[in-house]
């Protein structure tokens, strides 16, 4: 089924042809199908929320396609970004399952879909299947150790420019030295959201790291030109 922004709509769990690929829709056929019933699908566009910090927890959202970034905020309005979701990460678990309010804010960084469950549904599915209930302790634990990552990044790193090259580095991971274009979805005060600097900072970086010749940018697309420099540079 055809949507707006040139989606297409995944509205049956049963037949989606990449739930293999995703941790909690890997599942068996009945838990699945369950999956399929509790379930309520929505396309959204970019900067759409789809809860916010502080919020009560109705439920999860199950991201079937594009991409949401999950930020925290100080009261001096300073945002962090925690993450950028990818399609078949559940968003806002940690919140519904401990039923204390969402610790994030969820929004739609390009169009996407995305699956929403009510949390009372949720535990019920639980309960009903134990299997689902360990790769929801799977993802918690990915979300665990995400969020150790980014107390490391942030923490330890002693300057912007390691934090960039630590950042480069993950999103090129598991890739050969320049092999994968990789598409920048985000912009330089978001990338700076991610590292905890300045937008004029990361255009520096940018400018900077191009100069060396340690990443190329094709409009949107970025490549990493030298892995093995980022890497010192990280280690240094």
Known sequence: MRAPYGLTILD????????????FCNLSLPAVQKLNEIKSTAVYPKSAMLFI???????????????????TSSSEGKTIIIKISEPGDVLGLNA????????????????????FITRDALLHFLREHGEVALRVAEQLSQNYYT??????TLGLATSPAEKFAKL?????????????????????????????????TVSRLFS?????????????????????????????
């Not at 100069?211 to 240094?236: H, P």
Request: net charge neutral; proline share 3%.
């Open 168 to 200: 480069l580095l993950s999103w090129d991971s598991g890739q050969t030295n320049g092999s994968k274009q990789i598409k920048l979805t985000l912009t330089h005060e978001e990338i700076a959201e991610m590292i905890g600097t300045t937008r004029e």
């Open 53 to 71: 910090e502080g919020q009560q927890p109705r439920g999860v959202f199950v991201l079937c396609t594009g991409k949401a970034k999950l930020s």
């Open 208 to 236: 900077d790291f191009k100069k060396k010749q340690l990443l190329q940018l094709k409009g949107s697309n970025l490549v990493i030109r030298n892995k093995a420099a980022l890497e010192k540079l990280v280690r240094s």
């Open 147 to 152: 969020a150790y990552e980014e107390i490391r």
């Open 12 to 23: 049956n769990c049963v037949t989606c042809p990449i739930r293999e690929e995703h941790l």
């Open 96 to 115: 519904t399952i401990s039923n204390h309010p969402y610790e994030v804010t969820a929004e739609m960084i390009e169009p996407g879909q995305a699956n």
